[in-house]
Structures are given as structure tokens and as C-alpha cells.
């Protein structure tokens, strides 16, 4: 039962590694990714109903987020620039 419980400690360890150092700030990004591409249809669908004046401030934010976006990959790459030299 001991030698299981080893086993079995083993191959979650190695599972949690995952063989990458930055397994986890990878995930973190690809989530942030995720919210930006959300964020970003949300303000797109924005410009389907709002007035004239409010246009100008949603192209301001859709600016934004399509630099965030942009850095987030920037992040991404540097990651995996690392992990696969």
C-alpha cells in the first residue's frame, strides 16, 4: 500500500510540473487572454447601439485592449521562448 501511495505521489508531481518551469504564469496569461478577447466582442457589440459621443470613448477602449491583447502575447512568446530555446 506504501509503494502505491509512492507511486501515486510520484506521478502527480511530475503531472504538476507538467515538465515547464513557467506552467502556471502561462495559464495565468492564456486566461488573461481570454478576458481581453471577452472584453473586446463585449465593446464590439457596443458599437452596434451607442450614441455618437459615447462611440469615441469605445474606440478608445477597444484601443486599449487590442494593446493589452498585444502584450499578452508579447508574454507568451517570451515564455515559451524560454521553455524551447
Known sequence: MLVRAVILYVAMTVCAVAFHENTFAV???REQL???????WELLHQLEYVTADQRAIV??????IREQIQHTIDQLRQHDQRQHP
Open 27 to 29: 495559464f495565468e496569461l
Open 34 to 40: 481570454q478576458m481581453l478577447y471577452i472584453n473586446m
Open 59 to 64: 474606440y478608445e477602449e477597444i484601443q486599449h
